[in-house]
């Protein structure tokens, strides 16, 4: 039984219904936007850590109905929340729920028995441990990075790709190198790197990160998505969060 209240939230111009804690994690556009640049096709799987209560997936699912997402999140409750989301959706049949820990080889296995994936994405906790708020619900709101080190969702994500399959990741600039290094580690290459400014002007606190299973092109980095301008957001960020556009990293 959930002991968190939930709301019910909209996403993707009101396609994607999202219950979710009404206190702790809250969904923010992150992961609307991590999901948007995931190059998935008809057909295809994509393989999600850190599902949380399914909004990043579900957008995903929105763009592209007959594409497949497999999720792996830790926390119960909110495994139990993301199945519920599925079935909110129409979703039961192209969201797969996985409770358990990414590190924990059971559940890596179970992951892999439901692929083959040619996309994997993650909105992965970045705060290191005695960074983020003291009370848990906060803590969780903040995404704070567990016994997990992000080389550990690199290397299981990066693992379960086939070949010439991509990696997406959404990440703040100071994990950045920890983020290249894990993926030169597991054969992930041809990265792109795509900033995420909250305004013309203004130092990015978010980026994309995509990089090809065995690719081999240079870094290169994207001139990116100015979030904001005004009162509200830009016509090219309205595409995406809500008009449910894809978002083209090149």
Same mark, same amino acid.
Request: glycine content about 10%; overall charge neutral.
């Given at each position: ?31 609307? @936007?991590?999901?948007?640049? +995931? ?27 007959? &594409? ?31 409770? !358990? ?52 969702? +690199?290397?299981? @994500? ?25 993926? &030169?580690?597991? !054969?992930?290459?041809?990265? +792109? ?18 990089? +090809? ?38």
């Amino acid at each position: 039984m959930l002991s968190r209240v939930l709301s019910e939230d909209r996403l993707v111009g009101g396609r994607v219904r999202l219950r979710q804690p009404l206190y702790g994690f809250r969904t923010a556009i992150d992961p609307v @936007l991590l999901a948007a640049a +995931v190059p998935v096709e008809a057909g295809e799987a994509v393989l999600e850590a850190g599902l949380g209560t399914g909004a990043a997936a579900l957008a995903l699912l929105a763009r592209v109905p007959e &594409a497949r997402v497999v999720g792996i999140e830790r926390d119960a409750e909110l495994a139990e929340i993301a199945r519920a989301n599925a079935g909110l959706n129409a979703a039961e049949d192209r969201l797969a729920v996985l409770c !358990g820990d990414l590190a924990d080889r059971t559940t890596q296995r179970a992951a892999a028995s439901l692929g083959p994936f040619r996309h994997a994405m993650a909105n992965p906790p970045f705060f290191r441990g005695g960074t983020a708020p003291p009370d848990p619900l906060r803590r969780a709101a903040a995404h704070e990075e567990a016994e997990a080190p992000l080389s550990l969702w +690199v290397s299981v @994500l990066a693992r379960r790709l086939l070949p010439r399959g991509t990696l997406t990741l959404i990440l703040p600039p100071e994990r950045l190198a920890e983020a290249l290094a894990a993926c &030169a580690a597991t !054969g992930v290459g041809s990265v +792109v790197l795509f900033p995420l400014w909250p305004r013309a002007g203004q130092p990015a606190r978010r980026l994309i990160m995509q990089g +090809v299973k065995g690719g081999r092109a240079p870094l290169r980095l994207s001139a990116g998505l100015v979030l904001h301008e005004g009162d509200g957001f830009t016509d090219e960020a309205q595409a995406v969060l809500r008009d449910g556009d894809a978002l083209r990293l090149g």
